[in-house]
């Protein structure tokens, strides 16, 4: 009998179950596991490296996602080209010292599940400062975020993203082994055990040590809300990677997990250098789920009267949308059509807020259909009618409550 010599995917898989399974203890079960295209670690396709001596080729390339099952813990493993490790110098641009967690100081790893891919309940908000949308149809439930400062990067995105943030978990105990990241997560915090029909949205982007406090973009309103990514600009910098498009809307992610077979430049050059929309990206499914979920019926006819929408959706929080565009344009309590893929209405909301550069609106019909990178129709304001009065309110009850009050505007 002729023996062959196992694959390297199998050896790993192998050197993992051995690692983890100690006496008298079973072998954690493998659920997933996929496997990245290597020297990718561009975005899309233009991005360049930050210049600073510690970093090297393949800290940002993902190689390898694996799902495991041990006991009533899930196992989250993700490997890089390069091994992982912490830097002896801990200062970058403040005279103090980072204080780093997870045996992480270079990335953020963020690993967007889809428990359920027959539901198009879920979110579909990123971590604030990366930058992207996911696939029109696909939303996740329960996210795991790998970040030198969980804590901080928590708070941040609590702050931006109140409702998205409750599902999404940052843990402060990551294990290391070379170029391997190890997360271990209760099963409950997952909703339960994986199967597999989860799907997956694995992105690696750099990480900040320190979050910006511009006097002047605070003054300005132009803030970004942002976990600790790293920046991108035309040029690199020791602490920035270079390449950066001509547009506000080119993703900060540097590398994620896609198939077989899709193109990550296309994937990731996908943004609206215009629009504003930001690139999508797919999840991955170690089992085929059905076809993207479709839009709902129209709520109203499309008016080709009207030109092309100038705004777009950048974040969704809850009820609470935060959209981009010329904020001249529109009136509060102005209604306005979220647009699907093919120009279509698919949901409805109102203007609460106006902002410099946009508005927050409140959703009125359609909240699980709002995504961000979608276009968004507002009437014209001249062609508003006032809303019927209300009935007067049975002595017994309060007062009727108005939209909810905006929290936090995110551009």
């Not at 993992?16 to 006496?23: D, M, N, R, V, Y």
């Not at 079973?26 to 975005?43: H, I, Q, S, Y």
């Not at 490790?85 to 270079?106: E, H, I, K, M």
């Not at 709002?370 to 309060?398: C, K, M, N, S, Y």
Request: glycine share 10%; proline share 12%; with cysteine.
């Amino acid at each position: 009998m002729r023996l062959h010599a196992p694959s390297p995917l199998a050896t790993a898989l192998l050197v993992t179950a051995l690692a983890w399974a100690g006496p008298g203890r079973a072998a954690p079960r493998l659920v997933a596991t996929f496997e990245d295209a290597r020297d990718d670690a561009f975005g899309p396709g233009s991005y360049a490296p930050p210049g600073d001596t510690q970093f090297q080729p393949g800290d940002f390339d993902l190689r390898r996602f694996t799902v495991l099952v041990d006991g009533s813990d899930v196992i989250f493993e993700v490997t890089l080209g390069a091994d992982i490790r912490v830097p002896q110098d801990l200062y970058r641009t403040s005279g103090t010292p980072a204080r780093l967690w997870n045996n992480l100081s270079l990335q953020n790893i963020d690993i967007y599940i889809d428990t359920d891919p027959a539901s198009p309940a879920g979110h579909t908000a990123c971590v604030p400062g990366r930058r992207v949308a996911f696939e029109a149809g696909r939303t996740w439930k329960r996210a795991v975020i790998l970040t030198p400062q969980p804590g901080l990067a928590r708070a941040v995105t609590a702050d931006a993203l109140p409702v998205a943030a409750r599902s999404m978990l940052f843990p402060e105990r990551v294990q290391l082994r070379g170029r391997t990241l190890i997360a271990r997560v209760p099963a409950d915090e997952l909703g339960g055990l994986p199967t597999a029909a989860w799907g997956y949205s694995v992105h690696v982007s750099g990480a900040t040590w320190e979050r910006s406090l511009k006097v002047i973009d605070r003054l300005t309103g132009r803030l970004e809300a942002d976990a600790f990514t790293m920046p991108i600009l035309s040029l690199r910098e020791a602490f920035a990677f270079g390449g950066a498009p001509e547009s506000d809307a080119f993703p900060r992610v540097i590398d994620v997990l896609l198939a077989p077979g899709q193109d990550q430049r296309a994937v990731l050059g996908a943004f609206g250098s215009v629009s504003g929309a930001w690139a999508r990206v797919p999840f991955v499914y170690a089992q085929p789920p059905g076809p993207p979920l479709a839009p709902g019926p129209e709520t109203a006819p499309a008016t080709a009267a009207w030109p092309p929408p100038p705004f777009t959706v950048v974040d969704v929080s809850g009820a609470m949308v935060t959209i981009t565009g010329p904020a001249k344009e529109l009136k509060a309590m102005q209604l306005g059509q979220v647009l699907g893929a093919k120009g279509e209405p698919v949901a409805r909301l109102v203007i609460v807020q106006l902002l410099e550069k946009g508005a927050v609106a409140s959703v009125v019909e359609g909240g699980d259909r709002i995504v961000p990178g979608a276009r968004v129709r507002f009437e014209p304001a001249a062609t508003l009618q006032a809303p019927p009065a209300a009935p007067p309110a049975a002595p017994t009850q309060g007062p009727a409550e108005g939209p909810a009050p905006a929290g936090p505007a995110t551009p």
